[in-house]
């Protein structure tokens, strides 16, 4: 999957954008973690009460030279994309998410388009 400028979420209505003054230390601040690959990547749990391995999180991944990214709501195993909106429990899901993209569009990382 390539990195895009844009990027919505599996049944959101909002879309991010990669902020135009984004700096690496702020990826590294923020608990993004620099891969052999050299793209930056972030994962945070959206179920607090279930162990970080039985959770769904929220995957960012950044380009290396920060053009771009991905993101996406992923299963436990992170190997299936979900929609945290019409999930049972959207609400907890949702309410996590929302946490996690503000401490983002506050740190100059996205911008909510």
């Known amino acids: 999957m390539a990195f895009d ?27 993004f973690i620099q891969q ?5 990547q972030l994962m945070r749990q959206l179920e607090p009460n279930k162990a970080f391995n ?3 999180k929220l ?7 920060l053009s771009g990214f991905k993101m996406k709501t992923v299963n ?16 907890v899901l949702t309410q996590q998410f ?3 993209i503000q401490e ?3 740190r100059e990382i996205l911008v909510k388009d």
């Open 76 to 91: 436990a195993l992170g190997n299936t994309v979900i929609n945290i909106f019409t999930h049972k429990n959207s609400e």
């Open 36 to 40: 052999n690959s050299g793209a930056y």
């Open 59 to 65: 995957k960012i991944v950044f380009a290396q030279d």
């Open 98 to 100: 929302h946490f996690y």
């Open 54 to 56: 039985a959770s769904f």
């Open 5 to 31: 400028k844009q990027v919505q979420l599996l049944g959101d209505t909002d879309t991010y954008s990669v902020h135009p003054s984004i700096k690496k230390y702020s990826l590294m601040d923020t608990g």
């Open 104 to 106: 983002l569009v506050d």
